[in-house]
């Protein structure tokens, strides 16, 4: 894998477009001494703010080296439409805050004669934030004119956005074409901690589940690197209903039964280990009556939304063993108090392992965002910042922003003076 990279790459004085993802939830909160006749005391704010911090330490580099910074991302998905509630201009106050002596200069634009003249204006060291990509149909097209267009505000490109890194789109696939283009810190470090995945030391655990039942590609790659695989959340369900056990009303569709069939009959099955007892309850609802009971004992009308205490039990055992742990799904519907416990549970344990013994890796967007909320992050070697990113990287897939860089590399390489 060859690409250009910051330290190495001659950036000093230059403007550099860099292509960020700040698709953040959004909420709406009250800002201290703003008069309610100004904004009614109230302002969108940014509810998670991970996914900026985790591009720091790019910007901060940039700064140190005088550059002119245009930070390019989207939000939520548009549709090629303008859409004030997914605005760019909801993240200045969080950026103003993480940078209090730079002022965050937002356009209401991503392309454009105008765009390119505040920028060519602007001084070093200043920060400049497009518009959102995403109101032009023509980002998710991999329009080339698009990228041409945005190629035209800078002279350096810095791909930091490894969770769109899976999308052939125009700021960080055709834009490479125009730009020599650079891997920015975030994505370096995304590539070097979830490519421990694909070459771990063993034994090697996966931990398997989520709501998402189509994760063949996936799972058949966590038979070639692990030795176990620990299934919960609605996978679980797949593969004993292939087994001819009854799951009640638990989720589960014919597709995935078929494929949780298909993968039985093969010897490295035997690597599988599930659940051994559920948290069930009567109806779909948070505050439903819960009883625990044998996966083999699901009734009719009981639906699984949780593994129970013999599993995590069982789980735990699997984990101390561990020295690679590879994590994606939540263990049961977190997002209700009485479904969290084995999700919560597992993740707490993982802060009892020795951490200079063992390397644990969390990817996918549901498992990043349970551990955020249970405030179990720092329980990790790596939380990935990308969902589907993450998981077609951990299935083996090549990526299409990675693979860009790698042509950009190779066209560019010869045209400029790299830092040994």
């Avoid at 953040?24 to 009250?30: A, E, I, R, T």
Wanted: charged share 25%; aromatic share 8%.
């Amino acid at each position: 894998m060859y690409h250009f990279t910051l330290p190495t790459f001659p950036l000093a004085g230059k403007s550099v477009l860099v292509r960020v993802d700040y698709n953040v939830p959004l909420h709406k909160g009250k800002v201290a001494g703003v008069k309610r006749k100004q904004l009614e005391n109230e302002v969108t704010l940014v509810a998670d703010t991970r996914r900026i911090l985790a591009t720091l330490p790019t910007l901060r580099y940039l700064l140190e080296k005088n550059c002119k910074i245009i930070l390019a991302t989207h939000i939520g998905r548009p549709e090629g439409k303008i859409v004030p509630e997914l605005s760019t201009r909801l993240l200045v106050p969080a950026l103003q805050e993480l940078f209090p002596r730079r002022k965050i200069v937002w356009l209401n634009d991503c392309i454009g004669e105008e765009v390119r003249k505040k920028i060519s204006e602007g001084s070093s060291k200043e920060i400049f934030l497009l518009e959102n990509l995403r109101f032009y149909k023509e980002e998710e097209k991999n329009n080339a004119f698009f990228a041409h267009a945005l190629a035209h505000l800078a002279e350096v490109c810095v791909n930091d956005a490894f969770a769109v890194s899976h999308r052939e789109h125009a700021s960080v696939h055709a834009l490479t074409k125009y730009l020599p283009s650079v891997a920015g810190f975030l994505l370096e470090k995304e590539l070097g901690e979830l490519s421990k995945a694909l070459h771990p030391k063993k034994p090697a655990v996966w931990i398997m589940g989520g709501a998402k039942l189509n994760k063949l590609s996936l799972m058949l790659q966590a038979f070639k690197k692990a030795d176990r695989i620990l299934v919960g959340g609605a996978l679980a369900f797949a593969f004993l209903k292939a087994r001819g056990f009854s799951t009640g009303m638990s989720k589960t569709d014919r597709d995935s039964v078929r494929q949780a069939k298909r993968i039985l009959k093969k010897s490295f099955s035997r690597k599988i280990v599930l659940p051994k007892d559920f948290v069930v309850a009567d109806t779909f609802s948070s505050t439903a009556k819960t009883h625990i009971v044998p996966a083999n004992n699901i009734q009719t009308n009981q639906v699984g939304l949780d593994i129970g205490p013999e599993t995590i039990t069982l789980f735990e055992k699997y984990l101390r063993q561990a020295k690679t742990i590879v994590w994606n799904g939540p263990l049961g519907y977190y997002e209700w108090v009485k479904f969290a416990g084995a999700t919560k549970a597992i993740g707490k344990f993982m802060g009892t392992l020795d951490s200079t013994y063992v390397t644990s890796i969390a990817g996918g967007g549901e498992t990043a965002e349970a551990l955020e909320k249970f405030h179990l992050v720092h329980n990790f070697t790596h939380v990935s910042t990308g969902g589907g990113a993450a998981l077609e990287f951990l299935s083996g897939e090549k990526l299409p922003g990675i693979t860009a860089l790698e042509k950009n590399f190779r066209r560019w390489s010869g045209k400029v003076k790299i830092k040994s």
